[in-house]
């Protein structure tokens, strides 16, 4: 038997090293390496290198264009994050946390892709329990295959024999490869078998979705180096006890990124939610103080949400701030502005911030519908009826134009707000639009008159 090869890897981004460091010098992180086993037939990565067909360089003119044909998912929301379909040939990662609804969801797209052929690979789960799940969600579809297995190079020949249009690899962390001898998961066994899928989805224009466990802190499956091999990074989010998911594009080589699909989770699968204004409005009998809601942007979409304050008198010597959804540092700016150009007295007040439906935002547009929510929780007055508030918030009080505007401001008037409050910056460019009055403010010191009077 051959002499054992090993090498070390950093479990972060797979840099690969003949001796143990302490400190990775691809990523910088500290005690990240791990030892594996490898045992490279480098005779064989030499042959095919000679053998493999040669491409030439083309004219851009002359490429077909033909190869941007789009398959239909059957599903708005993944069609929508993926650029208006999957490309064939393309590798997909679908990230996310432990019972969130990969598997659900990737089971979800296998079934319901109507006049593709399908085949879903689980490593994870026998054939019985997607079986079950597959009763659950439904779905009947002649074109699905499902298939339990492990071992990569048994999968890559069922995929061949069956040639189907979509392959699922539930997940990369559970298939390994002969070819490698260290055990399922490690950096070395994710980084051949997603480089030996690539292959094949490359060379034979089948698509393949690869399922990837993401890490506490939220990096896909620990090495980095899965999302530099594949085409389009996907993660799947969403507060574990909430039924609402959100799929992120993070990476796409085909389209935009920073487009969001929101799903729904039911007792039957996912539903896909496609106007989240719907879920993230509540409506109210009669107003309540500390509501405002914010016009927001994801990828191309716009959408409405309602952010909740509450602001009580602190307890204790140093008031807390706590925000779910969102950065608390950012929140903390907020209120040291409202201190400091208002003159409301925040060092006293405890603050709780809040976003419905346990969404996750990052978007500086909201910043006035924060402000308005937190200058009407203290105030304990309720914000009129069908207003809303789109624009950046400064250090110096000012009222910036949000990204996008017209948007956000078409969305409010389409859900039936009648005024939205915006930066006085836009006064200029903005056409009048149909249907809502927009106020312009320069200073969140204009702000309070425009929530609180007709
Ligand atoms: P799953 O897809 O197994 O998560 P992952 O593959 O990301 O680990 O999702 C499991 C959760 O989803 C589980 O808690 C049950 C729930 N679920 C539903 O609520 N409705 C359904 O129809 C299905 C299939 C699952
Ligand atoms: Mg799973």
């Known amino acids: ?10 479990r972060e981004c797979g840099f690969e090293a003949p001796k143990w460091l302490g400190r990775c010098p691809g990523c910088g992180e500290w005690n990240t390496f791990t030892e594996e086993v490898i045992a ?33 998912m059957c599903n708005v929301e993944v069609n929508r994050v993926l650029g208006g379909g999957l490309v064939p040939g393309s590798l997909v990662l679908l990230g ?43 779905i009947g579809n002649q074109e699905c295959y499902i298939y339990s297995e492990t071992l990569l190079e048994n999968i890559l020949q069922q995929i061949e024999q069956q040639k189907p249009d979509v392959v699922v690899i ?19 066994q994710i ?51 909430n039924v609402y998911r959100i799929l992120r594009g993070i990476k796409n080589r085909f389209g935009a990124t920073f487009e969001i699909g929101v799903f729904e989770m039911l007792d039957n699968g996912l539903r896909a939610v496609e106007n989240p204004s719907e879920i993230l409005l509540s409506h109210y009998e009669e107003p309540l103080s500390g509501i405002a809601v914010g016009a927001s942007v994801d990828g ?8 909740q304050a509450l602001v009580t008198n602190a307890a204790y010597g140093t008031p807390q ?27 006293q ?7 419905a439906g346990g969404f996750r935002v990052a978007d500086t547009g909201l910043d006035l519908s924060i402000v308005a929510s937190v200058i009407s929780s203290y105030y304990d007055r309720a914000i009129l009826d069908g207003i809303c508030c789109a624009g950046e918030v400064g250090l110096s009080g000012e009222v910036r134009p949000a990204p996008r505007s017209e948007q956000r401001i078409s969305e409010a008037a389409r859900l039936g707000f009648r005024r939205i409050i915006v930066s006085g910056f836009l006064r200029k460019n903005m056409k009048t639009p149909k249907g809502i009055e927009v106020i312009y403010i320069n200073n969140i010191g204009e702000l309070p008159p425009a929530l609180f009077t007709e």
């Open 1 to 10: 038997m051959a002499k054992l090869k090993k090498a070390y890897f950093c």
């Open 40 to 72: 490279k037939p480098t005779s064989v990565v030499g042959a095919v290198t000679m053998n493999a067909p040669q491409s030439l360089p083309q004219r851009v003119s002359e490429i077909k264009p033909s190869s941007h044909r789009r398959l239909d």
């Open 96 to 138: 996310g946390e432990p019972g969130i609804g990969k598997s659900t969801l990737s089971l979800q797209l296998a079934l319901s892709s109507h006049g593709l052929r399908t085949l879903y690979v689980s490593g994870e789960e026998s054939a019985e329990q997607i079986g079950m799940r597959a009763e659950r969600l439904g």
């Open 170 to 188: 539930d997940s990369i962390q559970t298939i390994f490869t002969q070819t490698i001898e260290s055990s399922a998961g490690s950096v070395s």
């Open 191 to 241: 980084r051949e078998c997603a480089a030996s899928l690539l292959k094949y989805a490359k060379t034979t224009g089948t698509s393949i979705f690869i399922i990837g466990h993401i890490t506490k802190d939220g990096t896909i499956a620990g090495p980095k180096i899965l999302e530099h091999i594949v085409d389009v990074v996907l993660q799947f989010e969403g507060d574990g006890n």
């Open 300 to 307: 191309v979409r716009p959408y409405l949400i309602e952010v």
């Open 321 to 347: 701030r706590n925000a779910t959804g969102y950065d608390s540092r950012r929140m903390s700016m907020l209120l040291a502005v409202l201190e400091k150009r208002v003159g409301m007295k925040m060092y």
């Open 349 to 355: 007040k405890d603050v709780f911030l809040n976003f």
